[in-house]
């Protein structure tokens, strides 16, 4: 049966929405005499989650889910009033969210086009203006994310090798988080060189493209010294990113990440900087990067700026 079209009106906004009676969604079939304003009943959320794990981290999956549910009322109605009104971080998740969910569906394009029918931009020019004079202003002092460091070194000793691994890579803490982890397992069973490379003493993030390949957020590799590894073989496994993030005060991870830049400008080139901290796609990354006769002066460059890390914490 082909589909038909709803004609979704709240007065302000009229959108034409195409109706999910007979159409084959994936693996879900949505059915029903009136099956728009019912959408929230018909999907199959397990299955929906079974399928964004394909791209996306379990955690990411998590989040999407909920808000889809929380949300889908307005993929239902057609009336995104009450998106609008959002705050910016949270009407980008919810747009994603919805947006995944369209996808699942099949009614990605008439997503689109109410979300343009509302004028819902993600992110306006006057906010990304405003994140970049933030993030100018916020620290004052460049060492204050090193003292900040020191102070929770002493304060949660058995954070002290995941603080320096992060501190050394400048990694997501997501990513450092799975990095600190996938040593300690692969230690105990006497796999580590298929993660570490000792020749080159590089993390080779790649070789898991499940875990540090992610859809919107990359890891490729990341050079750290032959001692951290070593110590961090011996720690115990890590807790999830929200226990840890309750155990320091005041987590300044993000800062790390952009602590590590800074002090590499000194070493590297922006692009080198962008491939080492993920900001590449995988093409890129394979043909213009991944060349082993440039990882030996890349490894140079960057144990100058660790070294200078090293002396701040």
Known sequence: MGARLIICNDGNHTVSMPSLEGV????????GSNPVPGISQTVDWVSFEEWLNKEHIPRVSRDIVSYAKRYVHCLESGDLSHIVGLSMGKRRMVL??????????????????LIRKYGIKWITVGVKDKRMIDRITKVKDPDDVYN???????????????LDLMAYTGMRLEEAINSFNLIVDLAGKGKLEDYYNVENEVLEHYKFKDVFLR??????????????????????????????????????????REAWASIMTKHLSQPEIDFIQGRVGTNVFMQNYFNPALIKDLKERVFKGIAEIQTKI
């Not at 084959?24 to 059915?31: A, G, I, P």
């Not at 900040?148 to 995941?162: G, M, T, V």
């Not at 110590?231 to 320091?248: D, E, F, Q």
């Open 24 to 31: 084959q969604s994936r693996n879900l079939e949505v059915t």
């Open 96 to 113: 994603a969210s919805l947006g995944n969910l369209a996808k699942f569906l099949g009614i990605y394009d008439s997503w689109k086009a």
């Open 148 to 162: 900040w460091i020191r102070k929770e070194k002493d304060a949660n000793p058995q954070l002290s090798d995941f």
């Open 215 to 256: 859809k919107g957020k990359k890891a490729f590799f990341s050079f750290v010294p032959k001692e951290l590894v070593k110590r961090i073989a011996n720690n115990k496994p890590l807790p999830s990113r929200h226990a840890i993030s309750k155990m320091v005060e005041k987590a300044r991870f993000s800062d790390l």
